[in-house]
């Protein structure tokens, strides 16, 4: 079996929620509360927007205005993730929950940190929870941490019940599609692979070479060299700036010549049969 390169960013991105909406309260905003949600806008824009010195300055203002905002202190959390610092991070997500319960996008956040620190049985238990929240609109990533939990526990048929569940709540949640091409491809299940990365190259993740590259790989062990040669130059020719690209030229040479070698196997073959006099039938 050819080699499959571990190539989707860690699981942690994937799972990172910001939340996009300051309130839904109907009551009427203080004017630090209309502050609060300029600079909450502000600093979430610029958090998706991977801006996260911005992003940081702007929700600290928001926070100072609206210590109690949940939401606020969710995507505070993210901003300092991002900025490297954990701990912190860390603090103002248990906040966000403690302030409301109700913020399953905050557990996801922390489950997700606990779970990267190995912190395994914390992070189930906030998983657990939500995967309880019958309207958590993000119930799809909740799933997909779940499998990925499941994985560093060894146990790959949770995993994959949960992938599947992933899949099932968001069908175009390519992370989840990637994760179940891998896991057929460590179990030599080519066709489902293929099947698995050629979801994942839609959705959301339209414009990454990965489950491109991944379905020319998948190809090759299925022993279709002619299709994994033009899914290569697929990926050469959308996603040339990347190492992607590089990569498939390997691959597109290595079929090449391991098709100039079976070509000239079979005509040294031939030719020994041929001209061989004690040779009266070849044992195919």
């Known amino acids: 079996m050819t080699m499959m390169i571990k190539v989707l960013p860690l699981a942690i991105l994937a799972a990172m929620m910001v939340s996009a909406c ?4 109907l009551a009427p905003q203080s004017v630090d509360e209309k502050r609060a949600e300029v600079f909450y806008e502000r600093g979430t824009s610029e958090l998706v927007n991977k801006n996260y010195q911005s992003a940081l300055s702007n929700l600290l203002e928001a926070k100072k205005l609206t210590p109690k905002n949940s939401k606020v202190r969710n995507n505070l959390g ?8 954990v701990s912190l991070a860390e603090v103002e997500l248990k906040e966000a929950i ?3 319960k109700g913020n399953s996008d905050a ?11 190995n912190q395994l049985k914390e992070a189930r238990e906030l998983f657990v929870t939500n995967e309880k929240d019958l309207l958590f609109v993000n119930q799809h990533r909740n799933y997909y941490n779940l499998a990925l939990l499941n994985l560093k526990e060894g146990d790959r048929r949770e995993a994959f019940i949960y992938l599947s569940k992933s899949v099932k709540e968001r069908n175009d949640y390519c992370q989840a599609h990637y994760k179940l091409g891998e896991l ?8 489902q692979a293929y099947d698995s990365f ?28 002619e299709d994994a040669k033009r899914k290569f130059q697929e990926v050469m020719e959308k996603f040339s700036s990347t190492r992607f690209a590089t990569l498939s ?5 290595k079929l090449s010549q391991s098709q100039e070698n079976q070509s000239q196997t079979r005509a040294n073959t031939t030719e020994i049969i041929q001209e061989s006099p004690t040779v009266e039938t070849p044992n195919f």
């Open 107 to 117: 557990r996801l956040n922390l489950g997700s940190i606990l779970m990267e620190k």
């Open 184 to 191: 057929y491809y460590e179990e030599y299940k080519f066709k």
């Open 249 to 253: 030229s390997v691959q597109i040479k």
């Open 198 to 225: 050629k979801e994942a190259g839609k959705g959301t993740c339209v414009s990454e070479p990965a489950p491109h590259y991944q379905m020319g790989m998948a190809l090759v062990n299925m022993n279709r060299s």
């Open 22 to 25: 300051s309130t839904n309260s």
């Open 78 to 85: 993210m901003a300092y993730y991002f900025r490297d610092q």
């Open 98 to 100: 403690d302030l409301d």
